[in-house]
């Protein structure tokens, strides 16, 4: 099994890249925050950026590897010879997605004015398409779940810069792949 671990700042492309790779390569998907997410939506809390944070805090009550367990429960549950993870926020899970003998570290990367512009459109939480410039920043100043991001891309394989287009992304994506002999799946 081959597992490709996607760093980076929100907004910065890693959910693009990883839904390309599934449907490309056939790879499955997960990232740390669907935890989180089932958490919120069993517990009828609003999906919000902010919560998501919160949660982040059941890391200090039951250790900083508990988010880690589940996830490497749901990559063996799947059983697939390809895995794309996003959203590793913290080195415990970067330095997870290296214990797999074939493993991947892509940092993604784009200008901070293009994610922002990005988060007015994509509206992934609640609360995204009214957040301003400032606000966008110093969450990424302040907050435990943005600050550790940057020191990880020195610990990554690959840098990739999302500051063009799609294709541009995909090429780069396509390139890395291909270095590692993965197979196209699907063409797209």
Same mark, same amino acid.
């Given at each position: *099994?081959?597992? @490709?671990? #996607? +760093? !980076?700042?929100?907004?910065?492309?890693?959910?693009? &890249?990883?839904?390309?790779?599934?449907? /490309?390569?056939?790879?499955?998907?997960?990232?740390?925050?669907?935890?989180?997410?089932?958490?919120?939506?069993?517990?009828?809390?609003?999906?919000?950026? *902010?919560?998501? @944070?919160? #949660? +982040? !805090?059941?890391?200090?009550?039951?250790?900083?590897? &508990?988010?880690?367990?589940?996830?490497? /429960?749901?990559?063996?549950?799947?059983?697939?010879?390809?895995?794309?993870?996003?959203?590793?926020?913290?080195?415990?899970?970067?330095?997870?997605?290296?214990?797999?003998?074939?493993?991947?570290?892509?940092?993604?990367?784009?200008?901070?004015?293009?994610?922002?512009?990005?988060?007015?459109?994509?509206?992934?939480?609640?609360?995204?398409?009214?957040?301003?410039?400032?606000?966008?920043?110093?969450?990424?100043?302040?907050?435990?779940?943005?600050?550790?991001?940057?020191?990880?891309?020195?610990?990554?394989?690959?840098?990739?810069?999302?500051?063009?287009?799609?294709?541009?992304?995909?090429?780069?994506?396509?390139?890395?792949?291909?270095?590692?002999?993965?197979?196209?799946?699907?063409?797209?």
């Amino acid at each position: *099994m081959i597992v @490709i671990g #996607l +760093v !980076g700042p929100k907004r910065s492309g890693k959910d693009t &890249v990883a839904e390309y790779i599934v449907q /490309k390569y056939g790879a499955k998907s997960h990232a740390h925050s669907e935890i989180y997410n089932e958490i919120l939506r069993l517990l009828k809390i609003s999906n919000t950026r *902010m919560n998501i @944070i919160k #949660l +982040v !805090g059941l890391r200090d009550v039951f250790g900083s590897n &508990v988010l880690i367990h589940a996830l490497n /429960k749901k990559i063996q549950e799947d059983k697939a010879e390809l895995e794309v993870v996003t959203g590793i926020r913290f080195e415990n899970e970067l330095e997870n997605i290296k214990t797999y003998p074939q493993s991947i570290l892509i940092y993604i990367d784009a200008p901070v004015e293009q994610r922002y512009e990005r988060q007015l459109l994509e509206k992934q939480y609640q609360g995204d398409s009214t957040m301003s410039f400032e606000e966008f920043k110093e969450i990424e100043a302040k907050q435990p779940t943005e600050t550790h991001i940057a020191e990880l891309k020195k610990k990554c394989e690959y840098i990739l810069l999302n500051d063009k287009g799609r294709e541009e992304l995909f090429e780069q994506v396509d390139n890395i792949l291909e270095r590692h002999e993965i197979k196209l799946k699907n063409k797209i």
